[in-house]
């Protein structure tokens, strides 16, 4: 069974309780993902990968998926500022589309405008360095992404 690239409020149907969501912030070096809590309403920085090939990553992410018993994979998609799709949002929608026939689990995407600068400006002001910024946005910006998408989630309810 191929996964399916859903609609956030289609996802709140098929989703069951308990079941996290994994968030991924897909650049063109580096993975960054974050993960749900079982209730759905915290996201944490997990983890960034470097990415080698699709199928080496892809493989790697449908196994934190099972390790974690994730319900759907939330995607940012980076929309230009006007809401055209550009050169990164069409590599989004490849990738979703790639990782379709090697996971039941559906994908998502949710708008990731500004998420890095965001998670940079933040880290700035906490005063972290260079480095450790570096190492860090991939995941805090999968985990922004992921919380706009929880947040969303729990405004549309269990009536969704």
């Known amino acids: 069974m191929a996964a399916e690239v859903l609609e956030l409020d289609g996802l709140a149907l098929r989703i069951g309780a308990g079941q996290r969501l994994i968030g991924a912030d897909l650049g063109a070096k580096t993975i960054g993902l974050a993960l749900s809590d079982v209730e759905r309403r915290i996201a944490t920085p997990l983890i960034t990968i470097r990415r080698t090939k699709f199928a ?5 992410l449908v196994s934190l998926m099972d390790e ?5 994979l ?15 949002a069409q590599a989004a929608r490849a990738f979703a589309r790639n990782f379709g ?18 998670v940079t400006r933040s880290l700035i002001a906490l005063d972290v360095s260079r480095a450790k910024r570096a190492r860090a946005v991939d995941r805090m910006a999968a985990a922004f ?16």
Not at 56 to 60: H, R
């Open 145 to 160: 992404i992921l919380q706009g998408a929880l947040d969303r989630l729990r405004r549309l309810g269990p009536a969704a």
């Open 68 to 72: 974690f018993d994730a319900a759907a």
């Open 74 to 88: 939330v995607i940012g998609l980076p929309l230009n500022m006007d809401g055209s799709e550009g050169p990164s």
């Open 101 to 118: 026939p090697l996971s039941a689990r559906p994908c998502v995407f949710w708008d990731e405008r500004l998420s890095t600068a965001a």
């Open 56 to 60: 080496k990553d892809a493989a790697w």
